[in-house]
């Protein structure tokens, strides 16, 4: 299987693929997909793809283990001559197009589960009596969304994450002169000490409420720098990028759209008047270089593009990164003998980082769409068809992690993890994340011991979404080392 991704030609960005879910009650292994027949469907929505590089693995719904953490669950390797196809025969998705596929086999009006699809399933299947009303009813939630971006707003137009070279070569290019190893070495400092200072303000309670308090405040205050954006307004752009995201991660009432929509309208109309200042006025900060940047003879951005890259930007840095110092401090907390290891030895601290990321990934999958008809594990996804591509499943592959369940600060190779992804479509900000996960988790187990939930997480841990795996609250206590 690994020989699939020996040749560079094949990988042409970061959504690695795997094989289809394994379900017990189809017996034998089979690996089918929901509506496979049909293109443009979302394959298996609830549970997607197991993924990686050197080959997938399938998890086994056993009821055994449904109670157990995310992440925790039992993943069986590939059965013998199953194979994986080539990255190219994937194509990224935009973003609002899932979320047209999403509504097909989402959340009837007024039930309690999300619809889960069984093997062969139809829409009709999924949503049951009077299906066909609830997908319009869905289908009208989605369009109101884009009608109020059309009308008050800009429309997303593809640019980074929504698009394959060469087109996606541009937009990287710009970003890439911005998150630079230099540039990332030169912040560090100033990461180490607004750390720190966001420390101070709650070492000597003992407790904190660590989501708003630590894991928003850190990375959210640093972006905001970086953006061009006042990090005093942390609590605004959080509401931003929620309302960002919310139409590709779960199915929102015609109310829930509505406000997404107005909020998402909200802050196009802030950043366009930080734009026409930036134009006027560049500063040192990325907002000048994209309102800047084009080579001679090259138009600049549009407008309807500063606004997609900006997009991106404030989502990926106002969740996955408050999600991965969250679920960090959270595998603290539940293996306090690791943490002990990185005190005793501060060499540790890098595999730290890794671990947790593998362990836990922020980004827990994508979306792709397939470019030719692929055959995987004996079943045929249709050209056309779109996929859900699961990074954190593959950061549990067997294959590649020995004891993949396992929490382990010493674990050999832990930085091979995708939760950046792969390739040309691999995370922008990975070198600034990485920076910010040092410098917290170090100061964090340096200047804290005997941390502990002072409120029980809720069951489950994290909030309803089909990508991210978001940790609300946090309130922890804790004694203040010497």
């Given at each position: 299987?690994?020989?699939?991704?020996?040749?560079?030609?094949?990988?042409?960005?970061?959504?690695?693929?795997?094989?289809?879910?394994?379900?017990?009650?189809?017996?034998?292994?089979?690996?089918?997909?929901?509506?496979?027949?049909?293109?443009?469907?979302?394959?298996?929505?609830?549970?997607?793809?197991?993924?990686?590089?050197?080959?997938?693995?399938?998890?086994?719904?056993?009821?055994?283990?449904?109670?157990?953490?995310?992440?925790?669950?039992?993943?069986?390797?590939?059965?013998?001559?199953?194979?994986?196809?080539?990255?190219?025969?994937?194509?990224?998705?935009?973003?609002?197009?899932?979320?047209?596929?999403?509504?097909?086999?989402?959340?009837?009006?007024?039930?309690?589960?999300?619809?889960?699809?069984?093997?062969?399933?139809?829409?009709?299947?999924?949503?049951?009596?009077?299906?066909?009303?609830?997908?319009?009813?869905?289908?009208?939630?989605?369009?109101?969304?884009?009608?109020?971006?059309?009308?008050?707003?800009?429309?997303?137009?593809?640019?980074?994450?929504?698009?394959?070279?060469?087109?996606?070569?541009?937009?990287?290019?710009?970003?890439?002169?911005?998150?630079?190893?230099?540039?990332?070495?030169?912040?560090?400092?100033?990461?180490?000490?607004?750390?720190?200072?966001?420390?101070?303000?709650?070492?000597?309670?003992?407790?904190?409420?660590?989501?708003?308090?630590?894991?928003?405040?850190?990375?959210?205050?640093?972006?905001?720098e970086q953006i061009g954006l006042d990090p005093g307004d942390l609590h605004r752009f959080k509401r931003w990028a929620d309302a960002m995201l919310a139409p590709a991660t779960r199915i929102l009432s015609p109310e829930e759209t509505r406000e997404a929509a107005e909020i998402e309208?909200?802050?196009?109309?802030?950043?366009?008047?930080?734009?026409?200042?930036?134009?006027?006025?560049?500063?040192?900060?990325?907002?000048?270089?994209?309102?800047?940047?084009?080579?001679?003879?090259?138009?600049?951005?549009?407008?309807?593009?500063?606004?997609?890259?900006?997009?991106?930007?404030?989502?990926?840095?106002?969740?996955?990164?408050?999600?991965?110092?969250?679920?960090?401090?959270?595998?603290?907390?539940?293996?306090?003998?690791?943490?002990?290891?990185?005190?005793?030895?501060?060499?540790?601290?890098?595999?730290?980082?890794?671990?947790?990321?593998?362990?836990?990934?922020?980004?827990?999958?994508?979306?792709?769409?397939?470019?030719?008809?692929?055959?995987?594990?004996?079943?045929?996804?249709?050209?056309?068809?779109?996929?859900?591509?699961r990074y954190g499943a593959a950061n549990r592959d067997e294959a590649k992690f020995p004891d993949a369940g396992t929490f382990d600060v010493t674990r050999e190779k832990a930085v091979t993890h995708m939760a950046f992804g792969m390739g040309v479509h691999s995370c922008v900000g990975?070198?600034?994340?990485?920076?910010?996960?040092?410098?917290?988790?170090?100061?964090?187990?340096?200047?804290?011991?005997?941390?502990?939930?002072?409120?029980?997480?809720?069951?489950?841990?994290?909030?309803?979404?089909?990508?991210?795996?978001?940790?609300?609250?946090?309130?922890?206590?804790?004694?203040?080392?010497?």
């Open positions: 299987m690994g020989a699939l991704f020996d040749d560079p030609s094949l990988v042409q960005d970061e959504q690695s693929v795997g094989v289809l879910q394994r379900r017990q009650a189809m017996g034998d292994g089979e690996c089918r997909a929901i509506g496979g027949e049909a293109p443009q469907r979302l394959l298996d929505l609830e549970f997607g793809l197991r993924v990686h590089r050197t080959g997938g693995f399938v998890e086994d719904e056993d009821p055994r283990v449904a109670d157990q953490r995310p992440g925790d669950r039992d993943a069986l390797p590939l059965a013998a001559g199953e194979t994986t196809p080539a990255l190219a025969d994937f194509a990224v998705v935009p973003v609002g197009d899932l979320h047209d596929e999403l509504v097909s086999v989402g959340r009837p009006r007024g039930g309690d589960d999300l619809g889960r699809g069984c093997v062969g399933s139809t829409v009709g299947d999924v949503l049951g009596d009077g299906a066909l009303e609830q997908q319009r009813l869905l289908q009208d939630d989605a369009n109101l969304h884009q009608e109020i971006i059309k009308a008050q707003g800009w429309v997303h137009t593809p640019t980074l994450q929504r698009t394959d070279p060469p087109v996606h070569t541009r937009y990287r290019k710009l970003l890439n002169k911005v998150f630079t190893g230099k540039r990332m070495k030169d912040l560090a400092p100033s990461i180490d000490a607004l750390c720190n200072q966001l420390i101070d303000n709650f070492i000597d309670r003992g407790r904190c409420e660590f989501i708003d308090e630590f894991a928003l405040a850190f990375p959210g205050t640093i972006i905001a309208v909200e802050a196009q109309h802030y950043l366009a008047k930080v734009f026409e200042q930036r134009r006027a006025e560049p500063k040192d900060d990325i907002i000048s270089g994209l309102v800047h940047a084009h080579a001679d003879g090259e138009p600049p951005l549009t407008m309807n593009e500063l606004q997609s890259l900006m997009h991106q930007l404030i989502t990926g840095g106002y969740e996955t990164t408050t999600s991965a110092l969250a679920h960090g401090m959270w595998m603290i907390i539940r293996y306090p003998e690791q943490a002990d290891k990185v005190r005793q030895d501060p060499g540790l601290l890098n595999n730290f980082v890794e671990e947790s990321l593998r362990f836990e990934s922020p980004v827990q999958g994508l979306a792709r769409q397939t470019t030719r008809d692929v055959e995987l594990a004996g079943t045929v996804i249709p050209k056309g068809s779109m996929v859900l591509v990975a070198l600034l994340a990485r920076q910010e996960l040092r410098s917290a988790y170090g100061a964090l187990l340096s200047r804290m011991d005997d941390i502990e939930l002072e409120i029980p997480l809720p069951d489950p841990v994290t909030q309803p979404s089909l990508f991210f795996i978001p940790i609300k609250e946090m309130h922890l206590k804790f004694r203040k080392r010497d």
